[in-house]
């Protein structure tokens, strides 16, 4: 593993925050997260041009140019010596006595590179799904019973979910859940319309067209959406950008989620629990053994 803090690279675990950074102490950052296949770090530009709108929604100064960024993570990732991984960056707003009002500290670099440990060939390339592990659903013989599902539960993210900020507590909360429930994500519902996922973009097809929430405050304008937006219109196939209503799931056809470390993982079912407000804060203390047994299947593809 390779870590790097605020200008030094450092050991894992060699190196301790301070108390009083912003980060810990308000989650006063923004982070980013690139896949690195066959040593090289994908989409790195468009990574890099999120980061930048995103500090600059929340007026924090970047240290880096974009070549400084390049250099750091290129460096990052060669002393790693790995070839599949993932690098994780946040920027905070430095470090500086307890005070919510803006300090006038510079800003916090930290980093990481972790190896990981991918199953068959450059999925990238291939575009194929190399996700989590499906969920432990009992056996059906039909191919798609090994897709695993998405659970539906209400967006309770504050209003500026295209800022990648690390402040993820309702996300976290949420994925709990999904987890608890053997599903792959949470399926974020706002208004009765399906924004994103805990963490992931989601996506329907419909007659052979692809539907995904729009670019708007709401969902994080996820950098595989962007890629899969582009793979689509390179093929051919029609992109709405509109949020569908969980009303309008019966003609969907095929349901797939897409982030930097899920790559494009196919859905099987979605589901809701039986009972929507208490799922969220009473979380069941036992697994349960089939996800239909704990809630209502809104859609079996
Ligand atoms: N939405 C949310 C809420 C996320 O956390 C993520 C992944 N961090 C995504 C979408 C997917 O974004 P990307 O494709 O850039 O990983």
Redesign the pocket.
Known sequence: FVGYYDGEFVELGARSVPIEERGHQFGDGVY??VRVYGGRPFLLD??LE?MENSLKAIAIENPFDREGWIQLIGEAIRRSGEAEATVYWQVTRGIAPRNHVFPSAKSVVSLTVRPLAVSGSSAHEAHTAVGEPGPAQTADTAPQASLPPLIALPDE?WAN?YV?SIN?LP?VIAKEIAHRYHAQEAMLVKNGSIT??????VWFVRGGELWTAPTNRF?????????VRQLAKDAGVPVHEEALHLDELQDVEEVFV?????EIQLIGSIVTPVDKETALYNLPADLPSSLVSIGETLKTL
């Open positions: 980013e997260v468009w990574h999120r993210r979910a990648k993820l996300n994103e996922c805990s963490g992931s973009n969902i994080l304008p996820g950098i595989t959406r962007r890629f897409t982030s930097t470390t899920q």
